[in-house]
């Protein structure tokens, strides 16, 4: 099972921000969270990752709580090509070895 | 253009019949895995590759089998032992395993097995 908790799915205006939030209460220390992608009938597609501190790059930012245990995936101006499955991802330990866990994710409708 | 390529897009099978699914890159990263995906759910780990001549099972390896002979191919089969075959499979890439942030994906094989 994913070590995050996503809201099933959620609607956004074209134009208007998307914020997709994200629960991670058992992240450890040293653990990033990660944010892929996935438009329908296609692979996952990476967006952006951080540690604690807020990140921005030319995709999205990426707000993490002070406390870690939360963060919000931001996509400024939502289009219609953003409509996608968001996944929120901290890496698991299983048997001695790191893996990424894409859970269900958030289906994001962008709606003109 | 560097980038992951999966074949054939769909993949019709009969039942009980093996079936190997393409994955080429020319990232040349070393690490390569295969994912299942059925309607509505996440990503399940099947198989996983760090280097050449060397495979690890994921989660759900049972029914499967690779090879990485070469480092730009790890093609998988579905063999008659996988029960419930039918869904989407997704191959990826990545410099290293713990790459987390860089993975490549291709754009997947839709298998239906009748």
């Known amino acids: 099972d994913a070590k995050t908790t996503q809201p099933p799915s959620m609607d956004c205006a074209e134009g208007r921000a998307a914020n997709l939030p994200c629960n991670h209460s058992?992240?450890?220390?040293?653990?990033?969270v990660y944010w892929y992608r996935q438009i329908h009938s296609q692979g996952p597609q990476y967006i952006i990752h951080?540690?604690?501190n807020n990140e921005t790059n030319e995709m999205a930012s990426l707000i993490i709580t002070e406390d870690r245990k939360s963060s919000t995936l931001i996509l400024p101006h939502a289009t219609l090509r953003d409509t996608a499955v968001y996944y929120c991802?901290?890496?698991?330990?299983?048997?001695?070895?790191?893996?990424?866990?894409f859970g269900k994710g958030t289906k994001l409708t962008v709606n003109p | 253009d560097g980038g992951i390529t999966q074949s054939p897009k769909y993949l019709f099978r009969k039942e009980g019949q093996n079936v190997t699914l393409s994955c080429e890159q020319n990232?040349?990263?070393?690490?390569m895995y295969w994912y299942r995906q059925d309607p509505g759910q996440g990503l399940r780990l099947i198989y996983y590759?760090?280097?050449?001549?060397?495979?690890q099972k994921g989660d759900i390896a049972e029914g499967y089998s690779v090879s990485r002979e070469k480092k730009e191919s790890f093609p998988l089969t579905v063999t008659s032992a996988q029960k419930n075959p039918t869904a989407f499979y997704l191959c990826?890439?990545?410099?290293?395993?713990?790459?987390?942030?860089?993975?490549?994906f291709g754009s997947g094989t839709r298998l239906t097995v009748v």
């Open positions: 990826a890439s990545s410099i290293e395993r713990t790459a987390w942030g860089g993975y490549t």
């Open positions: 058992t992240i450890s220390g040293n653990e990033y």
């Open positions: 951080g540690l604690k």
């Open positions: 991802i901290v890496t698991q330990s299983q048997g001695g070895s790191e893996k990424l866990v």
């Open positions: 990232l040349n990263h070393d690490a």
């Open positions: 590759s760090q280097i050449v001549n060397d495979f």
